[in-house]
């Protein structure tokens, strides 16, 4: 006789089926899966660019202050709504610190005031960056300024761009807000949506917001969502073997992962059968590590410079990102021109991740798009485990990638001899 887990499971499936095939029936006529933001896959300077034109009351949405005074509203600062700004850009200058080479995301500034919104939804802070930006205002003599640090994640600036002594003191003062994507932009995008005017732009708004929920959030499909959640409250029994199956998930994510490594191997050996190589896997995937994640090298470890890296940023494995990076071990001397060509390679090998140039331990890394980023709430690459084709597709990425130095006879670029005492290719990659 099933169980109630095995019935809850079984009902549940059922259920997602159903919920299927009806979106299947209905899909020409409501495209769901559609969304713009899929073909545009904004970074981080893109997406300053739309928090930027949306709170412009002079931009083309033409909705006047409306969105910028909701936006006031949802961090606190109403009044500051009384009146138009003056400038609003994106990448400004800093002229009142030493380092000329900062450039603030985004900044709106009324007459003797100044809002800057430090825009972090993936990259990493650099050196001493917001302690910079504070001086940068607290020297411009201003009467009011104010500076949100809005992140893609719930971690707090990192103690290398501000120690966390002078972090609560400017936090405190009401200078300084940490904010995630998740727990401010769809709010303020909902208050957009009920205020706008235009059915054309509610549109846009309305696809923007979806985009966010679903890489920050990872949200699922909403009447999945329910299905489930009907099935779990349909009795105490299910219930309780609902919270059977949510203890087991991390077991169940570990054993998947152990699966993942020998899939990886398995599919090296037959890249290497097939080239006749010596391709090898450096292994460092733990559930609960921040840059979790592996290497493959395509020679000997005591000849290469650089590996190809598969990292979750986040722990839990999320925010998967691909780069080239130097092995730990080695301290090289890379020019500026070779560090471009590694990256430009790199891309033409895989364009569909987006590739930013980055520094000599990490020439360019670049994060995957949905629905690969985040692995936590999103089933599809734990499917895609349990089906047997996941290892084979990082490796073919990475057999990609060999190619494109090979086929431009770029392989020196990697393979490299080895210096010890370099520890700088630990850090993650930085923009």
């Given at each position: 006789?099933?169980?109630?887990?095995?019935?809850?499971?079984?009902?549940?499936?059922?259920?997602?089926?159903?919920?299927?095939?009806?979106?299947?029936?209905?899909?020409?006529?409501?495209?769901?899966?559609?969304?713009?933001?899929?073909?545009?896959?904004?970074?981080?300077?893109?997406?300053?660019?739309i928090?930027?034109?949306?709170?412009?009351?002079?931009?083309?949405?033409?909705?006047?202050?409306?969105?910028?005074?909701?936006?006031?509203?949802?961090?606190?600062?109403?009044?500051?709504?009384?009146?138009?700004?003056?400038?609003?850009?994106?990448?400004?200058?800093?002229r009142?610190?030493?380092?000329f080479?900062?450039?603030?995301d985004?900044?709106?500034?009324?007459?003797?005031?100044?809002?800057?919104?430090?825009?972090?939804?993936?990259?990493?802070?650099?050196?001493?960056?917001?302690?910079?930006?504070?001086?940068?205002?607290?020297?411009?003599?201003?009467?009011?300024?104010?500076?949100?640090?809005?992140?893609?994640?719930?971690?707090?600036?990192?103690?290398?761009?501000?120690?966390?002594?002078?972090?609560?003191?400017?936090?405190?003062?009401?200078?300084?807000?940490?904010?995630?994507?998740?727990?401010?932009?769809?709010?303020?995008?909902?208050?957009?949506?009920?205020?706008?005017?235009?059915?054309?732009?509610?549109?846009?708004?309305?696809?923007?917001?979806?985009?966010?929920?679903?890489?920050?959030?990872?949200?699922?499909?909403?009447?999945?969502?329910?299905?489930?959640?009907?099935?779990?409250?349909?009795?105490?029994?299910?219930?309780?073997?609902?919270?059977?199956?949510?203890?087991?998930?991390?077991?169940?994510?570990?054993?998947?992962?152990?699966?993942?490594?020998?899939?990886?191997?398995?599919?090296?050996?037959?890249?290497?059968?097939?080239?006749?190589?010596?391709?090898?896997?450096?292994?460092?995937?733990?559930?609960?590590?921040?840059?979790?994640?592996?290497?493959?090298?395509?020679?000997?470890?005591?000849?290469?410079?650089?590996?190809?890296?598969?990292?979750f940023?986040?722990?839990?494995?999320?925010?998967?990102?691909?780069?080239?990076?130097?092995?730990?071990?080695?301290?090289?001397?890379?020019?500026?021109?070779?560090?471009?060509?590694?990256?430009?390679?790199?891309?033409?090998?895989?364009?569909?991740?987006?590739?930013?140039?980055s520094?000599?331990?990490?020439?360019?890394?670049g994060?995957?798009?949905?629905?690969?980023?985040?692995?936590?709430?999103?089933?599809?690459p734990?499917?895609?485990?349990?089906?047997?084709?996941?290892?084979?597709?990082?490796?073919?990425?990475?057999?990609?990638?060999?190619?494109?130095?090979?086929?431009?006879?770029?392989?020196?670029?990697?393979?490299?001899?080895?210096?010890?005492?370099?520890?700088?290719?630990?850090?993650?990659?930085?923009?």
């Amino acid at each position: 006789m099933p169980t109630e887990i095995e019935l809850l499971l079984r009902r549940t499936a059922s259920e997602l089926h159903a919920v299927g095939i009806a979106r299947a029936r209905y899909a020409p006529q409501l495209s769901p899966h559609f969304n713009c933001f899929d073909y545009i896959a904004p970074n981080e300077m893109g997406l300053s660019r739309i928090i930027r034109d949306m709170l412009d009351p002079k931009g083309s949405h033409a909705q006047g202050s409306a969105f910028l005074v909701a936006f006031l509203k949802r961090i606190g600062k109403e009044e500051w709504g009384d009146s138009d700004p003056i400038f609003l850009g994106i990448e400004v200058p800093t002229r009142h610190i030493e380092r000329f080479n900062r450039r603030l995301d985004i900044e709106i500034r009324w007459k003797n005031r100044s809002l800057v919104i430090e825009n972090k939804p993936w990259a990493q802070d650099q050196h001493k960056q917001l302690e910079d930006y504070i001086n940068e205002l607290e020297n411009r003599s201003l009467e009011e300024w104010y500076l949100l640090y809005l992140v893609g994640t719930h971690d707090a600036p990192s103690i290398d761009s501000i120690n966390e002594a002078d972090r609560k003191k400017w936090e405190a003062s009401g200078h300084l807000s940490i904010m995630c994507y998740e727990a401010l932009v769809p709010d303020w995008l909902s208050d957009c949506i009920a205020i706008c005017k235009s059915e054309r732009f509610r549109w846009f708004i309305h696809e923007f917001s979806k985009y966010i929920m679903i890489n920050f959030e990872g949200e699922r499909d909403m009447q999945e969502r329910q299905a489930v959640l009907e099935k779990i409250l349909e009795s105490e029994a299910s219930l309780e073997a609902a919270h059977e199956i949510s203890s087991a998930i991390t077991d169940v994510r570990t054993t998947l992962i152990e699966i993942l490594y020998k899939q990886l191997l398995d599919a090296l050996k037959l890249e290497n059968n097939s080239r006749g190589s010596n391709w090898s896997l450096k292994w460092d995937m733990e559930y609960w590590k921040r840059d979790s994640g592996f290497s493959i090298l395509y020679s000997r470890e005591d000849e290469q410079a650089y590996q190809l890296t598969f990292g979750f940023e986040k722990t839990q494995f999320d925010d998967l990102y691909v780069g080239v990076n130097k092995l730990h071990d080695l301290e090289i001397a890379t020019t500026d021109v070779d560090k471009r060509k590694i990256a430009d390679l790199t891309k033409s090998a895989i364009p569909e991740i987006d590739m930013l140039y980055s520094n000599q331990a990490w020439p360019c890394y670049g994060y995957f798009p949905t629905p690969m980023n985040n692995w936590s709430n999103n089933p599809i690459p734990w499917v895609r485990i349990k089906r047997g084709d996941l290892g084979k597709y990082f490796v073919e990425l990475a057999a990609k990638v060999f190619d494109s130095f090979e086929d431009s006879k770029s392989l020196h670029l990697l393979q490299r001899k080895t210096t010890k005492g370099d520890q700088s290719a630990e850090l993650r990659p930085e923009q």
